[in-house]
């Protein structure tokens, strides 16, 4: 089992930055394939971005590409999200989670594939 979380989050003017992070503690860090999630008011969680077990790969949600960078220190235990060029739409309750037992290149996109899941951390862009 593997306990996750977040921290990071906060108030920032829309165009601003933040980065957050997710440290993990319990099983080997480097079994999981590790994900940030969101959830605005009114609305599902949605995928944001995944990186595989080792780092090598990640994905992206469109809306978010070339403006957040996942990336993960498997000795730190630690997984980040830099946010730039945030947007109001950004807003939303950010979710870390783990996905275990997958092989060693793939990432996950789906919410249900994920076994462990943080509190979560809020950020708010305003206009």
């Known amino acids: 089992q593997v306990q996750l979380v977040e921290s990071g989050g906060g108030l920032v003017q829309a165009g601003g930055s933040l980065r957050l992070s997710c440290a993990a503690s319990?099983?080997?860090?480097?079994?999981?394939?590790m994900g940030w999630f969101r959830q605005a008011p009114g609305k599902e969680r949605e995928f944001v971005a995944a990186?595989?077990?080792?780092?090598?790969?990640?994905s992206y949600l469109y809306s978010v590409r070339g403006r957040f960078t996942i990336t993960r220190d498997n000795a730190g235990k630690t997984v980040y999200l830099q946010m730039n060029s945030l947007k109001p739409e950004d807003t939303a309750v950010y979710y870390c989670a783990a996905d275990a037992d997958q092989p060693i290149y793939a990432v996950t996109e789906k919410a249900s594939e994920y076994d462990y899941w943080g509190q979560g951390t809020q950020v708010t862009v305003s206009s």
């Open positions: 319990g099983r080997t860090f480097t079994s999981y394939v």
């Open positions: 990186i595989s077990r080792g780092g090598s790969r990640t």
